[in-house]
């Protein structure tokens, strides 16, 4: 199982960047599949998660608007789109997989990415 996360780098203050999370080593489409965060001397925080089938979507507060999250089935890809970035979205960007617990099979199961960093600065 991987997830490997791709596209971060250093970005200005009102830039864009978009993260991308490639899948393998499981059934992809059986995840709800999320985006985290870390910023220095904090605790991991949700940004976004969408469902196996793409159909549902949910942010945190402070990300709304600004971060699109996305999935493609076809290339077991997760992506996240983020505008207007600000210093405080400075951190290491987590991809998360979960299996959806309707099926016995995927139940529990739980997988993490290593992370890219977003730094931005001026």
């Known amino acids: 199982v991987q997830l490997v996360e791709s596209g971060g780098g250093l970005v200005q203050p009102g830039g864009s960047l978009r993260l991308s999370c490639a899948a393998s080593g499981f059934t992809f489409s059986s995840y709800v599949m999320s985006w985290y965060r870390q910023a220095p001397g904090k605790e991991r925080e949700l940004v976004a998660s969408i469902t196996s089938a793409g159909g549902s979507t949910n942010y945190a507060t402070s990300m709304k608007g600004r971060f699109t999250i996305s999935r493609d089935n076809a290339k077991n890809t997760v992506y996240l789109l983020m505008n207007s970035l600000k210093p405080e979205d400075t951190a290491v960007y987590y991809c998360?997989?979960?299996?959806?617990?309707?099926?016995?099979?995927?139940?529990?199961?739980?997988?993490w990415g290593k992370g890219t960093l977003v730094t931005v600065s001026s």
């Open positions: 998360r997989a979960q299996g959806i617990a309707t099926i016995p099979a995927f139940r529990g199961m739980d997988y």
